[in-house]
């Protein structure tokens, strides 16, 4: 029993460690009573779609820099606290998951347990989930696939909505919070929890589609990557896993062992790329490592000097990665060879973008730069404060 209460005991720790890791969705909840969200972008037609520090979707034109609209959401009428003991109500709602672009609809989730439809040229409301309450905050982002928008919420269930109205299509109970965004391949839903384990479910029901989830060590709060039939997803437990998206059986694990020289000592936090059969994971022991995509050999490591938690971006044949201080760094995939390309003096946290050569950094400043991805050169900045 005293073994038994010693891992509950750390598995409480590291659950509490996590809340407060980055700034803290408790912390970042509750200063000034104003949530703060980390949210990326997403770009389509010259727009880039994020959320801001005071909790707005934002539209930017590309090109100039220039906000095209916004939209506030309405925070939950309990106040929106959730049990954090913020006090007064906030009048902002915090975006964690970046938005998601289809056809003319932006969707995006708020830590107001609530999920919108915006006309992507007009900011215009199309629709709005659940109509009326609450769910329990949404962290993670959403992933829109066979006309249904998927999404994992704080209640520790996968929603399907179907994504021209809104209506709840299917949900699926795991065994703890989710934080992670769904990732989907094919007819296959791809998302991890807080009860360790990663699930393969049926984008058309929400059925579980292996025998078993695939079960890790740690809580797993990171969105997958699906590459090759396979599921590569970093647990909290310091590895990072390739599993068969097919019958969800392990492929192999980084580091091997838990004594191997190379282990990690921090989690696996952001979402990998890939580029030419290797895997770029970011970790929060300061590193970017890069893995064979096959065998999970270590290919290379690059020590950035500070966490890693936004999710890297691949332009071209460079991985471009940026590290929690804003030290952003250009990864030449060709010869392994790593040079910083700016230095923006501002944390980072939410996960980059990019297209047409510019990088775009969305800081906890609430500062949005625009970078070239060659040169390091800042074409514009943005204040997305209020």
């Known amino acids: 029993m005293a073994i038994r209460r010693n891992v509950v005991l750390v598995g409480k720790i590291l659950l509490l460690t996590v809340i407060l890791l980055l700034g803290g969705l408790v912390f970042l909840g509750c200063v000034g009573n104003i949530p703060k969200g980390w949210s990326g972008g997403t770009i389509a037609d010259g727009t880039l779609f994020l959320g801001s520090m005071d909790g707005e979707l934002v539209a930017v034109n590309t090109s100039s820099g220039a ?41 995006v989730s708020g830590y107001n347990g609530k999920v919108y439809a915006i006309n992507s040229a007009s900011g215009a409301l199309r629709w709005v989930y659940p109509r009326e309450g609450n769910l329990e905050p949404i962290v993670g982002g959403q992933v829109v696939a066979h006309g249904k928008v998927y999404f994992g919420c704080s209640d520790g269930k996968v929603y399907a909505l179907d994504a021209v109205t809104g209506d709840k ?48 060590q740690g809580a797993i709060a990171s969105t997958p990557l699906v590459y090759n039939n396979t599921v590569y997803i970093g647990s909290f437990d310091r590895h990072l896993y390739a599993v068969d998206a097919t019958n969800g059986k392990q492929v192999w694990q980084f580091p091997v062992g838990d004594e191997a020289d190379n282990k990690p000592e921090n989690w696996f936090w952001t979402k990998p790329v890939v580029y030419n059969n290797t895997i770029y994971a970011g970790c929060l022991d300061h590193k970017l490592y890069a893995l064979d995509a096959k065998n999970g050999d270590k290919v290379a490591e690059f020590d950035l000097g500070s966490p890693v938690a936004s999710w890297p971006v691949l332009v071209g044949n460079l ?39 510019t990088v775009y950094v969305h800081t906890s400043e609430g500062e949005l730069h625009a970078l070239n991805a060659q040169s390091g050169a800042k074409l514009w900045s943005l204040s997305l404060k209020s």
């Not at 906000?67 to 964690?96: D, H, K, M, N």
């Not at 030290?327 to 923006?344: E, F, H, M, P, S």
Request: aromatic share 12%; glycine share 10%; proline share 5%.
């Open 67 to 107: 906000r095209l609209w916004e939209v506030t959401f309405e925070p939950p009428a309990s106040g929106g606290g959730f049990g954090f003991g913020c006090a007064p109500a906030s009048t902002a709602v915090a975006i964690y998951g970046t938005p998601v672009v289809e056809d003319e609809l932006v969707y």
């Open 169 to 216: 299509q299917w949900e699926f109970k795991t065994g703890d919070k989710i934080w992670s965004t769904p990732a989907t391949d094919g007819d296959s839903v791809f998302i991890g929890s807080f009860d360790n384990k990663l699930y393969a479910l049926s984008a058309a029901d929400g059925s579980q589609e292996w025998e078993k989830p695939f079960e890790t």
């Open 319 to 357: 991985v471009i990665v940026a590290s929690e201080e804003g030290v952003i760094y250009a990864l030449d995939t060709g010869d392994n060879q790593i040079k910083q390309l700016a230095n923006l003096e501002g944390k980072v946290y939410a996960p980059l973008s990019a297209s047409e050569g």
